[in-house]
């Protein structure tokens, strides 16, 4: 066990110049860091600057963290996450301790902050994310629900010691955003003739315009109770017209770049689809699915084909110079899996969902 490191508050400064910036641009290097190390895959994780304004702003989720270090070296961080919806119970964990440093005890004393924080908050509930490459061996951990399965790493074993259960298991697939677009465009007629009249599609770039900012907040609050979740047990989230102006703050944030494609219903003037694409400042690099969601009575109709299609064509022409896309999607969500798989998504690695209950 490492005795002789501190640990203290990750410090959240007013720029990335200022002098006391330092360790969340560490931060966002470690992030990167181990995304890399867990799948190869170092984009995964968003930048530094692509994270500082939604850390200064905690009216809807609580953002802190907690710096391991020896003198002035870093050894690690964690991260504790709270949404800040009256009664929430939960709170999201993100250990990033590079594998060069893991063994010493850093792991185990940031859990134990990370702990102590999530309890002194009141929360029941702690949640983090493990991370994998594709892997064919048998020696694979899977959670109750039966889909999905992930090799077993150092971190999992941590988290088995330490009373966390994987209830979850989702895939992260990638297509090729330079491949032919007359598939796509082909998909997306077909579909668009199955949905009929009474579903129209609408598309924007961040920020949302006034006159859908009331529909985009209903079927944003969607996400967690429609969206497949496996035995995690997520807070529901109170959306309004407000929350989507700010939430659009914060993705548009550092220069990235936003396009929603959704799909109105008719006659209920209700937007009850949507697809989210997003993209760092450099418009050359990986493109990020955000949320996809259908809600659950208008299942059926080919609204996840048309949003999603609908969306890939309109980035080619905003952002031409990106060349993949990257999107995550729970095992269990076979409707979801089968678009993308249709539409030439193909897997590149996997995430664990885990938790504990306090």
Same mark, same amino acid.
């Given at each position: 066990?490492?005795?002789?490191?501190?640990?203290?508050?990750?410090?959240?400064?007013?720029?990335?110049?200022?002098?006391?910036?330092?360790?969340?641009?560490?931060?966002?290097?470690?992030?990167?860091?181990?995304?890399?190390?867990?799948?190869?895959?170092p984009?995964?994780?968003?930048?530094?600057?692509?994270?500082?304004?939604?850390?200064?702003?905690a009216?809807?989720?609580?953002?802190?963290?907690?710096?391991?270090?020896?003198?002035?070296?870093?050894?690690?961080?964690?991260?504790?996450?709270?949404?800040?919806?009256e009664?929430?119970?939960? /709170?999201?964990? %993100?250990? $990033? #301790? =590079?594998?060069?440093? !893991? +063994? @010493?005890?850093?792991?185990? *004393? &940031?859990?134990?902050?990370?702990?102590?924080?999530?309890?002194?908050?009141?929360r029941?509930?702690?949640?983090?994310?493990?991370?994998?490459?594709?892997? /064919?061996?048998? %020696?694979? $951990? #899977? =959670?109750?629900?039966? !889909? +999905? @399965?992930v090799p077993p790493? *150092? &971190?999992?074993?941590?988290?088995?010691?330490?009373?966390?259960?994987?209830?979850q298991?989702?895939?992260?697939?990638?297509?090729?955003?330079?491949?032919? /677009?007359?598939?796509?465009?082909?998909?997306?007629?077909?579909?668009?003739?199955?949905?009929?009249?009474?579903?129209?599609?609408?598309?924007?770039?961040?920020?949302?315009?006034?006159e859908?900012?009331?529909?985009?907040?209903?079927?944003?609050?969607?996400?967690?109770?429609?969206?497949?979740?496996?035995?995690?047990?997520?807070?529901?989230?109170?959306?309004?017209?407000?929350?989507?102006?700010?939430?659009d703050?914060?993705?548009?944030?550092?220069?990235?770049?936003?396009?929603?494609a959704?799909?109105?219903?008719?006659?209920?003037g209700?937007?009850?689809?949507?697809n989210e694409?997003?993209?760092?400042?450099?418009?050359?690099?990986?493109?990020?699915?955000?949320?996809?969601?259908?809600?659950?009575?208008h299942?059926?109709?080919?609204?996840?084909?048309?949003?999603?299609?609908?969306?890939?064509?309109?980035?080619?022409?905003?952002?031409?110079?990106?060349?993949?896309?990257?999107?995550?999607?729970?095992?269990?969500?076979?409707p979801?899996?089968?678009?993308?798989?249709?539409?030439?998504?193909?897997?590149?690695?996997?995430?664990g969902?885990?938790?504990?209950?306090?």
């Amino acid at each position: 066990m490492t005795v002789d490191v501190t640990i203290d508050p990750l410090t959240v400064p007013r720029a990335l110049e200022d002098a006391d910036a330092g360790d969340f641009l560490r931060y966002g290097e470690l992030g990167r860091q181990i995304c890399d190390e867990s799948t190869g895959i170092p984009q995964l994780a968003p930048t530094a600057a692509e994270m500082l304004s939604s850390w200064q702003d905690a009216t809807d989720t609580l953002h802190t963290g907690f710096v391991a270090r020896r003198g002035s070296e870093i050894l690690g961080m964690v991260t504790v996450d709270y949404p800040q919806e009256e009664g929430a119970l939960s /709170a999201e964990l %993100d250990l $990033l #301790v =590079p594998a060069v440093n !893991w +063994g @010493r005890g850093i792991e185990e *004393a &940031l859990l134990d902050r990370a702990e102590s924080e999530a309890r002194r908050h009141g929360r029941a509930r702690l949640q983090l994310w493990s991370l994998h490459r594709p892997d /064919a061996s048998d %020696d694979v $951990l #899977v =959670p109750q629900t039966g !889909w +999905g @399965r992930v090799p077993p790493t *150092a &971190l999992t074993a941590l988290l088995q010691q330490r009373g966390f259960r994987l209830e979850q298991v989702e895939r992260n697939s990638e297509l090729d955003l330079t491949a032919d /677009a007359a598939p796509l465009r082909t998909a997306l007629a077909d579909a668009r003739r199955t949905a009929g009249d009474d579903y129209r599609l609408v598309e924007w770039t961040l920020p949302t315009p006034p006159e859908f900012r009331e529909g985009y907040a209903a079927v944003l609050a969607r996400l967690v109770t429609d969206a497949p979740s496996g035995d995690m047990e997520f807070d529901e989230e109170r959306w309004d017209a407000d929350r989507v102006v700010r939430r659009d703050a914060r993705l548009t944030g550092a220069g990235q770049l936003v396009s929603v494609a959704a799909v109105e219903h008719v006659p209920s003037g209700s937007i009850v689809a949507y697809n989210e694409l997003l993209i760092g400042e450099d418009r050359t690099g990986v493109t990020h699915q955000f949320g996809t969601l259908v809600a659950r009575e208008h299942r059926g109709h080919r609204l996840g084909m048309i949003v999603k299609c609908a969306n890939l064509l309109r980035w080619k022409e905003l952002v031409p110079h990106s060349t993949r896309v990257s999107t995550f999607n729970a095992e269990e969500n076979r409707p979801m899996l089968d678009i993308n798989e249709a539409i030439g998504f193909v897997p590149v690695s996997y995430a664990g969902a885990w938790q504990k209950r306090l």
